[in-house]
């Protein structure tokens, strides 16, 4: 694989594809998508693109569908004061420029100032009715203050969001941030405009001066020429058939605006060369046709996935593991970015995760010392756990039940803005992704009896390298007097998780063959007691503190049931919430936006219908180290009231 997958001509496709404006349900994504057919076929693989309905109230599992949308025309002018009249944003110019999915507007209005429009005290006394609000805010939440209840036709941000450490707004001044609106019916639709940091520092500050000089207001003029239809959402869909009709899938979200190369043309490209590369292999007859089909999925992400998934719930059992691909090509240099494999939640332990970390390894070695010996990283790569946001988190739900690791590079000091371009991406990257790609679905289409040993074997191994963390940290903790170490029995409940975790993973292998994994899984287990009762005096054992408190009470009592496969994110039912779930929804989404990708999908893989709040809180705490008792109480109690949970109380 790695003589034959060629990273240049992968390059090449992500130049194609970013040559779409591919937003999802858009004409211009089903042109990306038939691009991607027509490559498919061309390397003589059939390939459809599939349509599924996109129209407003429509739920593909938990995941809200919303209408297609086409857009011809979007300008901002600056109209008021004369003097400072010019042209703010163009879509055709730069497509971040509009925020997607904006609404049809002819007409001028005044620019109002909001700081960032997410309290309801920066409203008091402004009249915002026709106006349109430029702001650093949350999108969601100024949309719901400003437009819904203040009466604002539009909203123009220059928000860049800061990623710390590597990038802050002045970073990029001239870089627009993309931008969506999803309406999912029953808003006011509205439309929204970007300026970069350095355009909008200027319009503030203009707009500042003509209120200290007691000046009339500034003025914008915005045409947006769009509209919404009743249509579809594509997904292409390509199958290297086997002998059999079990399936190893290899995925990538095709969509984001035009010119965006490493999120996510990189890993729709990266497929197609894995693609080109299996099946000419295959067709000279240097690899046999595979025992199982190898799929390839290329969607809108996450509901793309999604509404493929409600369609074809019937191939699932069939799907014995996937592997996602998002962001895939960055020049670690540029982008400042890691090559990382996000690991399954410990909902669902699988052999997948260990077998990606192995392939990065065998291709990311460089480095050796001046005789030539030894070797060291030659990429910057790391195993991370699970983080959500993308097409797998579908995939690894337990009641889905496919093993789905993800190969990513974060962060990216370019993510989501105009400055995600083709000289970001490094051809050498896509080449090694692309090698433990192929090489991954070539292998598990193919493995059987045989790979069974060396697989488990893999996994059982670094089972034991994690232990070793496991037990080293906390007896580095302790010696140190560490506050926040870790007492004996906290950290045996954390080694039996892990050790748990690891008997799953190797129970999983039985999906490839029928071979008895239970001598490793007696050994993950001995392993792991052994270490604990070697380090027993090194901890400190003191008495267990209770968790306590309102939402700990509340945790307590209730028990959550799922109604449909895949996770639900609330987010997506924010036009479902009413005033006073929204403020509840906001305080805890505004704490921490990160923890509501990761912890909703966790807490709903772990629900079985017979653990209580409080217990699956207990068990992500026990993964991640951190409790989210308010937020998850807050989204059962939101998922109950719109019928995607079912809640009991226990006694
Ligand atoms: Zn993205």
């Given at each position: ?84 009249k010019k042209k703010l944003a163009d ?307 337990p009641s889905v039940g496919v093993p ?65 963390a496991l037990t080293r940290d906390a ?177």
């Amino acid at each position: 694989m790695q003589e034959r997958v060629s990273g240049h001509l992968a390059r090449n496709y992500v130049a194609e594809i970013a040559r779409y404006h591919r937003i999802q349900a858009t004409p211009q994504f089903r042109e990306a998508a038939e691009y991607c057919r027509e490559r498919f076929e061309e390397f003589g693989i059939r390939a459809e693109v599939l349509g599924f309905p996109a129209r407003e109230g429509t739920l593909y599992w938990g995941w809200p569908m919303f209408q297609e949308w086409e857009a011809s025309e979007g300008v901002l002018h600056l109209i008021d004061p004369p003097e400072a009249k010019k042209k703010l944003a163009d879509y055709n110019e730069a497509r971040l420029s509009l925020f997607q999915r904006s609404a049809p507007f002819q007409g001028e209005a005044e620019v109002v100032l909001l700081e960032d429009g997410e309290e309801w005290a920066e409203y008091e006394g402004l009249d915002l009715k026709g106006k349109v609000v430029l702001t650093r805010g949350d999108r969601d939440r100024v949309h719901r203050l400003a437009v819904e209840k203040h009466g604002a036709v539009g909203i123009i941000t220059d928000a860049l969001k800061e990623l710390p450490g590597l990038r802050h707004p002045m970073d990029l001044p001239d870089a627009l941030q993309y931008n969506s609106f999803w309406w999912y019916g029953g808003e006011t639709k509205c439309f929204g405009f970007v300026l970069s940091p350095k355009e909008g520092a200027r319009l503030r500050a203009l707009i500042k001066q003509r209120q200290r000089e007691g000046k009339p207001p500034v003025r914008v003029q915005a045409t947006v020429n769009s509209r919404f239809s009743d249509g579809q959402i594509d997904v292409v869909s390509a199958l290297i058939p086997g002998q059999t009709d079990e399936e190893v899938v290899l995925l990538a979200h095709l969509c984001h605006p035009q010119g965006a190369a490493n999120d996510n043309a990189s890993g729709s490209a990266t497929v197609l060369e894995v693609a080109r590369t299996v099946q000419a292999l295959i067709s000279e007859g240097t690899l046999g046709q595979p025992r199982r089909g190898i799929r390839f999925l290329l969607v809108p992400e996450m509901l793309g996935l999604a509404a493929y998934l409600a369609n074809n719930e019937s191939s699932i059992p069939r799907m014995i593991a996937a592997l996602n691909l998002d962001m895939v090509g960055e020049d670690q240099d540029l982008c400042g970015s890691t090559m990382t494999i996000e690991q399954a939640p410990a909902s669902f332990a699988n052999f997948a995760d260990d077998l990606v970390v192995r392939l990065v390894e065998e291709t990311s070695t460089g480095a050796t010392n001046f005789a030539g010996l030894g070797s060291g990283a030659g990429v910057r790569h790391a195993t991370t756990s699970f983080s959500g946001g993308s097409d797998h988190c579908l995939l690894i739900d337990p009641s889905v039940g496919v093993p789905c690791p993800m190969i990513n590079q974060w962060p990216d000091k370019f993510y989501h803005t105009s400055t995600d371009t083709l000289e970001k991406v490094d051809p050498s990257q896509l080449a090694r992704v692309g090698t433990v790609a192929a090489t991954y679905a070539y292998f598990l289409a193919n493995a059987g009896t045989e790979e069974v040993p060396w697989l488990a074997e893999e996994v059982l191994s670094r089972h034991k390298t994690r232990i070793l963390a496991l037990t080293r940290d906390a007896v580095t903790r302790a010696t140190g007097n560490d506050q926040q170490g870790e007492d004996a029995a906290k950290l045996a409940r954390r080694v039996r998780f892990l050790e748990e975790r690891t008997v799953r993973a190797l129970a999983s292998i039985r999906r490839l063959a029928d071979v008895d994994v239970s001598a490793w899984q007696q050994e993950a287990r001995e392993f792991a007691e052994g270490e604990l009762g070697r380090i027993a005096n090194l901890v400190p054992h003191s008495p267990p503190k209770p968790q306590a408190g309102e939402w700990e009470e509340e945790a307590a009592s209730i028990v959550p049931r799922r109604l449909c496969p895949g996770p639900v994110d609330p987010k997506n039912f924010i036009n479902r919430m009413s005033d006073e779930e929204y403020e509840r929804w906001w305080r805890v989404y505004r704490e921490s936006p990160e923890a509501t990708y990761a912890y909703p999908a966790m807490l709903l893989y772990w629900a079985d219908g017979q653990r209580n709040v409080q217990e699956i809180c207990d068990l992500i705490e026990l993964e991640t180290g951190k409790r989210a008792t308010e937020l998850l109480v807050t989204c059962c109690r939101l998922w109950d009231r719109l019928g995607l949970v079912e809640l009991s109380t226990t006694p």
